[in-house]
């Protein structure tokens, strides 16, 4: 965060801090939503650090006497100033301004306290900016190693779907409206469901309430432990937090959260996806969570959030064709088990 080192403690430094530092309390162990550094640009040599790193924000008031405003005034053209001027506009994000996949973000407005009020106000809009450049960022990390295709291809070709998958997961269920994949390591346990259902036509009823029951119902019969009675379940004794998003183009809810194991000890983060598909008339939930005791945690959620960002859905088949796909696949169960 590039900012005089006399407004370290003023009102815009703190929302910022707020904003982009925030702890992430649906970990197991909480860290920031990301780690700040304060750097007062004194000098060119300050500026060609700050250039070089991979998320940088330059934050003052427009007319101020600071190095870093008059640096704002330098990147910001006339008629935009007048934007910030008339209350207009605060916040201009930029990206691969000096170096590829890097995300900058020039916060102003007439006075610090105006400049705090509105980079609160914009709390999720500044979030989700940031976001969706680290999530691709993310998934040129994750699939540089290598993808699973020829399961991606099975699920697109059997189920109507896919996403991308990352080289070391492995197809663990796979039944007609449910699978799992995943990556059983000893010491870090990832998985991944997604469930669907046909023929939705109405999803007034779609809201938290009942994509937790649904995923806690879904957990209890399908994630279970090696326990007798032992299932995954969600720990609602911490936060589960849910918001309404608009995901891949489509009308969903993500909630983040911890899980924890039924008569048994284990426990981790989750991040759940549910989302209306309107031209297949189907709903998904897909679920990606993580047992990995040693771990820092919020790493893995991202790239779980990465992965999930990669969804498809076949626009080519009628829902009456993805029926038949359901009635197929179930009618292999049933002679498999015969």
Do not use: C
């Not at 405003?69 to 930029?94: D, H, I, M, T, W």
């Not at 426990?267 to 709903?283: A, I």
């Amino acid at each position: 965060v590039i900012m005089d080192s006399t407004k370290w403690d003023s009102q815009s430094a703190n929302a910022i801090r707020k904003v982009f530092g925030s702890p992430i309390t649906t970990l197991p162990s909480e860290q920031p939503r990301f780690d700040l550094h304060f750097l007062n640009l004194k000098d060119n040599s300050d500026l060609e650090f700050a250039k070089q790193q991979k998320n940088v924000i330059f934050a003052a008031p427009l007319n101020d006497s600071t190095n870093t405003a008059a640096y704002l005034r330098s990147l910001l053209s006339k008629p935009v100033q007048q934007l910030v001027e008339s209350g207009k506009n605060f916040a201009f994000p930029l990206r691969n301004k000096w170096y590829r996949n890097q995300w900058t973000l020039l916060l102003t407005s007439t006075s610090d306290s105006s400049l705090a009020h509105r980079i609160l106000d914009s709390e999720q809009q500044l979030l989700d900016n940031i976001m969706t450049v680290q999530r691709q960022r993310y998934q040129e990390q994750i699939y540089d190693r290598g993808e699973q295709v020829a399961v991606e291809d099975t699920l697109w070709k059997e189920h109507g779907w896919k996403i991308r998958i990352e080289h070391d997961y492995t197809l663990d269920v796979d039944t007609a409206d449910f699978i799992v994949l995943r990556r059983s390591l000893p010491d870090n346990d990832r998985w991944i469901w997604v469930w669907w259902k046909n023929n939705v036509n109405n999803i007034d009823y779609l809201d938290p309430q009942w994509v937790n029951a649904t995923r806690d119902s879904l957990n209890e019969a399908r994630i279970q432990g090696t326990e007798d009675s032992a299932y995954v379940t969600t720990e609602y004794r911490t936060d589960v937090i849910s918001r309404t998003i608009t995901f891949k183009g489509f009308y969903g809810i993500v909630t983040h959260g911890r899980w924890r194991m039924h008569h048994g000890a284990m426990g981790g983060p989750f991040v759940n996806y549910t989302f209306y598909v309107p031209y297949q008339h189907r709903l998904y939930s897909m679920e990606f969570a993580e047992f990995a005791p040693r771990y820092r945690k919020r790493r893995f959620v991202r790239e779980f959030e990465a992965m999930a960002y990669t969804f498809k859905a076949d626009s080519t088949l009628t829902p009456a064709q993805l029926a038949g796909k359901l009635l197929r696949k179930s009618d292999e169960g049933q002679q498999a088990k015969k």
